[in-house]
């Protein structure tokens, strides 16, 4: 089984400032991770994912992950957000061999201007 | 191609009464998942259908959800009777079989029991 733990339930943040968004995960299998946003009043959008090879891992709309295995991290991180980057954002893992997702608790990033 | 398609986006129901949501998933993904999110918890995984079967079906909360997934193709995914509890998003998600490349999702069906 895995677990996943969204460290900030709200990061609110200046426009063009970067923002970093926390997420570990708990696993005893390999796992693939991802990062979806949900704009509001819209389904959910694939950010990026991690499934094997270089660790660092670039996303739409300038957003980029990487994955610390020895941390059990994956953090989402953009060096300069805009007002269209107010979102929830969702980390969520899956074991390699099985199908299903967990999701962390969400992160509502808020863009100030 | 055409990603998943949930309808209806939105559904009002009442206590006590039956509503079906249903999702197509993308052409040919032979894996189809359901997942709900309730007001203030995570998004939850409820099942999966590999093609027409269950595969997994550990997170129904009880017997007053029945899913169905008719030849492959589409699912559908009834509540009776709906509680209050029930209210929240429903989304939907396919995969292809074989090479896992990742999961479409669709926008997702936000029923509320009044």
């Known amino acids: 089984a895995q677990s996943v733990t969204q460290l900030d339930s709200q990061v609110p943040v200046f426009e063009e400032a970067p923002v970093e968004l926390r997420c570990n995960y708990s696993?005893?299998?390999?796992?693939?991770l991802f990062w979806y946003v949900q704009y509001p009043n819209q389904g959910l959008q694939l950010l990026l994912k991690?499934?094997?090879?270089?660790?660092l891992v670039k996303g739409i709309n300038g957003f980029e992950a990487e994955f610390n295995k020895s941390q059990t991290s994956f953090h989402l991180r953009k060096p300069s957000v805009h007002i269209s980057d107010t979102a929830e954002y969702f980390c969520a893992v899956k074991g390699t061999s099985y199908g299903k997702l967990t999701f962390g608790q969400g992160t509502i990033l808020t863009v100030h201007p | 191609e055409a990603g998943v398609t949930q309808f209806p986006s939105h559904s009002v129901i009442e206590k006590g009464q039956t509503v079906t949501l249903r999702c197509d998933p993308i052409?040919?993904?032979?894996?189809l998942y359901w997942y709900r999110r309730v007001m203030g918890k995570e998004i939850k995984f409820l099942l999966h259908?590999?093609?027409?079967?269950?595969?997994?079906e550990s997170g129904m909360p009880n017997n007053r959800f029945l899913a169905e997934r008719t030849g492959g193709t589409y699912s559908t995914l009834k509540v009776q009777p709906a509680e209050l509890e029930d209210s929240g998003v429903y989304f939907c998600a396919s995969s292809q079989a074989g090479v896992f490349y990742g999961y479409t999702f669709g926008s997702g069906t936000r029923l509320t029991v009044v």
């Open positions: 259908f590999v093609k027409e079967s269950k595969q997994d």
């Open positions: 991690y499934l094997s090879g270089s660790t």
């Open positions: 696993s005893s299998v390999s796992v693939y």
């Open positions: 052409s040919g993904h032979d894996n």
